[in-house]
């Protein structure tokens, strides 16, 4: 069995972007990899979505951005607009063609399914699989998509909907968002934040039938993709194992509180390959104590208050646009962080953190 200098186990969005970060910085030149990933071929599953506060590499692999977005309840709506920090959405099926394209002209990056096909006792290895089965009684954010076409001009393509509280919560915090990608054309997703114990919750096509029906007034669509899910809304063990360096949700890369993880997966990307001659003893990247402590707090709130949390999550979008993307993207400053703490209620605040 042939021996890698670095293997990346777990060929997803992690994995991918490790890859081609090594690459496009000459950093496989001399070196070679191993990329274990079990799919049999790549093809668009997912849609990942994000505001732009810094630059990455996947452009060219963006369905479209918007600068307009609205948050809504049973009672009321707010819209808010940002041209600084444009939330955009990524095709999976592009990303993964970019960088296999990328990858597949250096003989010195290769596919297995197995670990066990491999020698990698020497190796550095990157996971971004969890090492234990996750509990499923911990809280997830899960959620099934789809992407409608109409036959008729229908969607405001300049805005989404970021998140409409406007639904059946069932004692849990549940929201729908769309995405118009065109004026006949837009992803709906159903969106849990609850654990995965309830069965009843994941009745998810009806869902989508009866949103798009009664609260978009769309009855004449077709399917053109469906995606499906399930982010951990807990904390992996960020410790690094020996020659073992955790990436993507294992290593702690999803922003608890939101399930963004795609931009954190590029930005620990960047810091491994600047620090890759000494990657085993560098310090482990994080998105900050101060982020691990506030979403701490926060989904205690959520657990225990679930009805409260539409308005909650209301009230946050109620400060400046700049201020409340910059603190969902691990971007802000202590003022800004002063200002979303403010709007929210402090009572059951101050119990979920002395709790």
């Known amino acids: 069995m042939k021996e890698f200098n670095y293997v990346i186990i777990g060929g997803g969005c992690a994995g991918l972007s490790l890859a081609y970060e090594l690459e496009i910085n000459n950093k496989l030149k001399d070196k070679t990899l191993a990329i274990i990933e079990t799919r049999d ?22 369905i479209k951005s918007w600068s307009n977005f609205t948050i809504n309840t049973s009672e009321s709506s707010h819209e808010l607009t940002n041209k600084k920090f444009p939330y955009q959405s990524i095709d999976s099926g592009k990303f993964y063609k970019k960088i296999n394209s990328k990858l597949s002209a250096n003989s ?20 971004s699989v969890f090492e234990k ?3 499923k009684s911990e809280l997830w954010q899960h959620f099934q998509g789809i992407e409608i076409e109409t036959p008729k001009n229908i969607f405001d393509e300049g805005i989404i909907n970021l998140m409409d509280f406007n639904c059946d919560q069932r004692k849990d915090v549940h929201f729908f968002y769309t995405l118009p990608f065109s004026k006949n054309k837009a992803l709906i997703e159903t969106t849990w934040l609850s654990d ?17 029906e009664n609260n ?23 410790r690094n194992n020996n ?12 922003r608890l509180s939101t399930g963004y993880t795609f931009l ?9 390959v600047k620090n890759i001659d000494n990657i085993t003893e560098a310090k482990i990247f994080s998105l900050g104590k101060k982020y691990q402590f506030l979403d701490k707090v926060f989904l205690k709130v959520l657990e225990k208050y679930p009805e409260k949390m539409p308005k909650i999550f209301f ?8 201020t409340i993307i910059k603190f969902l993207s691990n971007k802000s400053n202590v003022i800004e962080d002063i200002n979303i703490i403010r709007k929210m209620p402090k009572l059951i605040f101050l119990k979920a953190l002395f709790n």
């Open 41 to 62: 071929e790549y093809k668009r599953d997912k849609t990942w979505s994000f505001w732009k506060v810094f630059d990455h590499n996947f452009n060219d692999c963006v």
């Open 108 to 127: 010195n990056v290769s596919f297995f399914k197995n670990l066990n096909e491999i020698k990698s006792e020497n190796s550095i290895i990157f996971n």
């Open 133 to 135: 089965e996750p509990d």
């Open 196 to 212: 995965l114990e309830d069965q009843s919750l994941r009745d998810y096509d009806l869902q989508l039938e009866n949103y798009i």
């Open 216 to 238: 978009l007034g769309i009855k004449n669509y077709k399917i053109n993709f469906t995606e499906k899910g399930a982010i951990p809304l807990f904390s992996p063990t960020l």
């Open 243 to 254: 020659n073992i360096i955790n990436i993507g949700s294992a290593g702690g890369m999803t």
């Open 264 to 272: 954190n997966i590029q930005e620990h990307s960047r810091y491994i």
């Open 315 to 322: 009230n946050m979008f109620k400060t400046s646009s700049n």
